[in-house]
């Protein structure tokens, strides 16, 4: 009562008045401790509840006939298209960069394993048993997982320690409870003797009912295969930390498995069932996606707030209501023997994960939330027994933060103008596509910064303190030696140049623009340019005159043929070509503020064809104002024109009225775009016409990911279509799209490559409404070769897997056996002629680095020492260079001289970590700059791989470049 009256109770105004700020925040979070405390326990009672619904009706399912292998089909694709979009937005940072073949092998396990075998098995001991037994048997999955885990020596078990005991106890109770739970819930009385039993007292004679062991016997083969399938998630787990994003790939993995297992078994795919139809079987996949996706979220925030004990104690709460839904529901009895079965596995399951619990307490009694035991991660899938989602196999959500909370940068001064000047540095060589030609180059001039080992936006006080840190160390007169002191003066001329650039304003400015040779050749903006307006203006007039000089160099073509192709048709005897359309454009700035464009384009589709040309003149009116005026003519003669106007920096609008030649009408346009953010902006449209419609629609690009959606209804029709690709490097990327509307139902996925400095390539498989097809795209500069291939016109199953699994197996056999070969070859011989190139410049560098080094060598050692005694950062080992070729000597055929384009620089990162035990190198820096590095092999992507102690664990990272590192941080951990 005390409690609740200083909470606001009927003495609460008169006590609250009188509490100081401290006292009213312990109370505020109390109070929100309370709140979350209750949000956990009724969300896990709920999420049980929800649990037992599905085996119940699961149970129903099956006794209706249904195939469980079409059930697995459906609803493990439900659960990759729920839980896909959630990977993407939450944990598509901790994505590997690349997939080797033993991550696949292990992807395809699990897949094999967690959907086709455990889920199929499972949904066939409900079929023979009842939806109680298929909650209860799960229980044992902690007691196994903990003994597969033994046994593979995940798990260190030492025999004289108490809770070691305690989980062996809790294992064989577990086992015990469910062959007592099995064997009892199997007898059943002879039928000749139960028609006597009801006029003679004599007991009835009991057999084992054949059809419920067997279903027993598949239930705990499923929880063995889940618990091996877990085990080896955990594994996996280690390379690829993204919990969700696992389930999510091996869902769509498990799909094709289950697919090929029923074909080999069934022959084909039956879709027309009297029991159910398609649609309602669809309904019910999605509808079990989303809810089991739903508890899948819910439980990782409650193992995130609380741990993953707690979240497995409930566990038997879904047995405890599937007992009762199935007695009023289904009709079933339960059986004492079947009920002494439960208590002794609930008995062994909270023996085992009280043992755990107390095994496994936090590190730090600071943290506010229950993180879940990184290195024991066994334990985490007590209760995962539901069937449309595994929530077992991903109840190990890890939390990854970083050890030290980032430090703000203060905001530099004349930062704003600099932006301005990177933004003109920045215009000529932006490009947003992921499919159009992108050189890797990383930013220029940036190397006195990474001299200095400061930031490109560090104040003037950031710049003076580095200048004098690096001084202190090489500043000639602490040296006696004579060699020393000369390699001491080199180093320190280098910084006093750096210092003395980096703090005057005006050569900054310049040096951010042009670099050292704007500095050299003397492209001082004038001695009259001393204040910020005016550098702005002269840089502003010189960006003009160069946009000037290249649009009016430029003569730019651009043009598409699109051939379409159809099996079908070609079976049916009308030829394999379907149509086909050109399109080309000329676009030429014909003055300062003209451009004229001319387009054509021309489509034959079977027996009819069309024609059609347009002439474009733009003119700028002002540089926020614009007017477009537009002739069409063909079969269908336009004339329009179109006005945009810059409303701020952030908005624009577009007004255009189009006027059709032939019959009078009119469409009026009205679009406005909005800037959301830095990578994001959103549009609507208004046209109102003929065909009257408005659409919404946003798009965000960033260096890694582009997006975009539009939803747009109309007078006659209805469409919403997304699209979504990544770039999973700087020559490849991948893409999915879908539409959905009236007159579309489709969804496409595919990726693309590109093959050289103007050419990419691209396949994307797409099925829908329409059929299956393959569309297949060549682009080249600004000339694009699209060819879409029709494989059927109706939608099977199987023949979409085909269709999807062949082609692409093809490619992988392809690449692996000639194309990767080839390229490797090609890679040799232009890395050997790259090295003999730059030889003799290499080893004077590596003879500078050593030098330098031996400077920072006292230093170093000196702070080494000292994170040592507190525990702090130590970086045993960093690499520096070209780190892909230095893994594969062999495989590229050279030798380990020629390989090894990496440099030691372990000891300028220890003479770099803080007092404070952190270390950071910037973004848009490149590593070559710092002291004590060099690039060890000039024109080759380059990399630092860094391994570290902190607190007495084990951390290691690798970053590209120009990067950003910040250490030590909880996702580097070993």
Known sequence: MGWWRRSGGVDGPAVHDDLSSDDKAAMRVRKREVVVEAAVIGGLVAVQFVYAANSVLLSYLMSLGLNPLTLVVFSALATFLVLSPVAFVFERSLWPKKFDLKLLVKLVLISFGGVTMFQTLFLKGIKLTSATMATAMPNLAPGLIFLIAWIVRFEKVNIGCLYSKVKIVGTLLCVVGALTMSLLHSTAANASEMSSSSSSSSPANTVFNKDKIIGCLYLMAAVFILSSIVVLQASALGHFPAPISLCSITSLIGVFTTAAVQLFEDHGFDLNWSIMSFGHLVGFSILAGLIGGSCVSFNGWAMKKRGPVLVSMFSPISTVCTVLLSVFTLGETIKLGSLAGMFLMFTGLYLVLWAKGKEGPPESGDRQESEPDVEKPLLKAGNGHRFPTRAALIRHLTLQKPLNPSNRIPKPRGAGLRKILEVVNAWSSRNCSLVMDEEVTGPPSRELYALLHVSPEATEEEIRRAYRQWAQVYHPDKYQDLQMKEVATQNFQRICQAYEILSDETKRQIYDIYGMEGLNSGLELGPRLSKAEEIKEELERLRRKKEQEKHLMHFRPSGTILTNLSFPHLLDGHGFVRG???????????????????????????????????????????????????????????????????????????????????????????????????????????????????????????????????????????????????????????????????????????????????????????????????????????????????????????????????????????????????????????????????????????????????????????????????????????????????????????????????????????????????????????????????????????????????????????????????????????
């Open 580 to 974: 086909m359309a050109m399109t080309t454009e000329y676009q030429s700035q014909i003055s300062k503020n003209n451009t004229l464009a001319l387009n054509g384009n021309l489509a034959v589709a079977e027996n009819s064809g069309g024609r059609a040309g347009s002439i474009l003149l733009k003119h700028d009116i002002s540089p926020v104002a614009s007017a477009e005026f537009m002739v069409t003519f063909g079969l269908h003669s336009l004339a329009g024109m179109q006005t945009t106007h810059h409303l701020s920096n952030h908005a624009t609008a577009t007004m255009g009225l189009a006027i059709s030649l032939q019959d009078g009408s009119f469409n009026l346009t009205n679009a406005w775009t909005r800037q959301l953010s830095d990578t994001a902006n959103g549009n609507i449209q208004l046209v109102l016409g003929r065909e009257s419609s408005i659409g919404v629609g946003w798009r965000k690009e960033d260096k890694k990911m582009s997006s975009s959606g539009e939803i747009k209804f109309g007078t006659s029709y209805f469409g919403a279509s997304a699209n979504c690709a990544w770039r999973f490097s700087s020559k490849s990327h991948g893409c999915i799209g879908g539409k959905v509307g009236s007159t579309a139902l489709e969804f496409e996925v595919g990726g693309g490559r590109k093959i050289s400095k103007f050419s990419t390539v691209r396949a994307l498989y797409t099925i829908g409404i329409k059929g299956i097809s393959w569309k297949v795209e060549l682009h080249r500069s600004g000339q694009k070769l699209i060819i879409p291939i029709l494989m059927s016109r109706h939608l099977n199953p199987l023949f979409a897997a085909g269709a999807f699994v062949v082609p692409t197996s093809v490619y992988f056999v392809l690449k692996k056996y000639f194309l990767k070969p080839y390229f490797l070859k090609r890679e040799k011989q232009k890395a050997l002629d790259n090295m003999e190139k730059t030889s003799a410049e290499v080893q004077e560098a590596r003879k500078a680095v050593e030098r330098a080094q031996k400077l920072l060598e006292n230093v170093a050692n000196r702070k080494k020492n000292k994170q040592l005694e507190v525990g702090g950062l130590v970086v045993t080992g960093a690499k520096y260079g070209n780190l892909k070729n230095t893994g594969r000597s062999e495989e590229l055929g050279l030798d380990s001289e020629l390989a090894s384009q990496v440099i030691d620089v372990t000891l300028p990162l220890n003479f770099l970590v803080s007092d404070a035990g952190q270390l950071k190198l910037h973004e848009g820096v490149r590593k070559s700059g710092i002291m004590g590095f060099c690039d060890p092999c000039p024109g080759v992507p380059k990399q630092l791989h860094v391994q570290y102690t902190y607190g007495g664990r084990n951390f290691e990272v690798t970053v590209n470049d120009c990067e950003e590192l910040s250490i030590p941080r909880e996702a580097h951990r070993i």
